[in-house]
Every structure is written in C-alpha cells, then in structure tokens.
C-alpha cells in the first residue's frame, strides 16, 4: 500500500515537482513571449505584418502561422519530456514506495 503522505515528502517528489513546475513556467512564458508578441506587432506594426510576401500572401500570414507552430513545438517538447523523464521519475518514486 503506497502512503500518500510518505510519497509528498520524499525529496525526490519535491524535486520531480520542482523539475515540472519549472519546465512548465518556461514553455508558458515562451508561449506567451510568442503570442503576445505577435499581438502587439499586431496592434504597433500593422504595416510590417502587411508586406507582401508573393503574390497572395502577406508576412503576417506567415507569422500567425509561425504561432500555431510555435505552440505545436512547444507542445510536443513537453509532452516528449513528460513520456521520457517525468513518467519515469515517477514510475521509479512509486517503486520505492511499494517496496
């Protein structure tokens, strides 16, 4: 039978949280960097978003689009940090646990 409590204290826990918190905070505040900036080129540069790139395409296209990549990467960086490192970290913690 695993304790809770036992597992909340383990320095391991604590340190395996604090790894996540700060991979978390990291990849939020990329994101927002991202998007917000993009918002205020918006909102201050409109003319640099509207230079044609091509016939039928304008920078900002290409920059909104660079957005929803950035998220997707960003997304997938965590997601392959989580299956890679924290689950595993976290495997190992509840088998010490149970032992």
Known sequence: MISVTNVLQKAKFLELVRRKWTISL??????????????????????????????HMTLGILVGLGVILAAWVLTGIYVVWANTSYDKAVSEILAEEQE
């Open 26 to 55: 990291i990849l939020t505040a990329a994101i927002l960097a991202i998007y917000f900036g993009f918002v205020l080129v918006l909102a201050f540069g409109k003319q640099l978003l509207m230079a044609k790139i091509g016939a």
